[in-house]
């Protein structure tokens, strides 16, 4: 399956970029505290509303790094469940599909383990020298993926969003 990913961070930067929801416009939240950057481009799925009360947020990986703002077709494989500071907060992985590079990699499964496992590493030290905790789950398949947009899609239509 495919989505539209809006992406609001670029890959191999600190700056934590949001769309803001009433202006649409793009802010600069913060920088990251850690010596950390981000692994892939990172954005939400529009029309979505996570148990989070944002957009379910998507990791869509590539090549090279594009901009706060910019659409990606991103082809969905999984998802990883993280706990942050007590909060459920799911993160659904994805490929460019538009990048050729990445034709073959059409499940999770077909990630290799070590670009699965940088994912991990991030999203468990980011937020640390902040003193927020961030408690890393488990990774899911497309099926289960599939379930978490469709909850999120009903969640915003039932908020009136």
């Known amino acids: 399956m495919q989505v539209e990913a809006t992406i609001e961070i670029p890959m191999g930067t600190q700056n934590k970029y949001e769309v803001d929801p009433k202006t649409r416009r793009i802010k600069l939240d913060r920088v990251l505290s850690s010596s950390v ?14 148990g989070d009360k944002d957009p379910l947020d998507i990791l869509v990986l590539t ?9 990606i077709k991103s082809r969905i494989l999984g998802y990883l469940e993280l706990i942050d500071n007590g909060y459920t907060d799911e993160k659904v992985i994805s490929v460019n599909a538009t990048d050729p590079r990445y034709d073959h990699i059409k499940t999770i499964d077909d990630l290799p383990e070590h670009i699965i496992e940088e994912i991990k590493e991030f999203f468990k030290t980011y937020k640390h020298l902040q003193g927020i905790n961030v408690t890393v789950g ?8 599939l379930k978490l947009i469709d909850e999120c899609k009903k969640r915003f239509t039932e908020n009136n969003l």
């Open 37 to 50: 950057s981000y692994p892939s481009e990172y954005g939400f799925i529009e029309n979505t509303l996570a």
């Open 63 to 71: 090549t090279y790094p594009t901009f706060p703002g910019c659409i």
């Open 138 to 145: 488990n990774v899911y398949g497309l099926e289960e993926t």
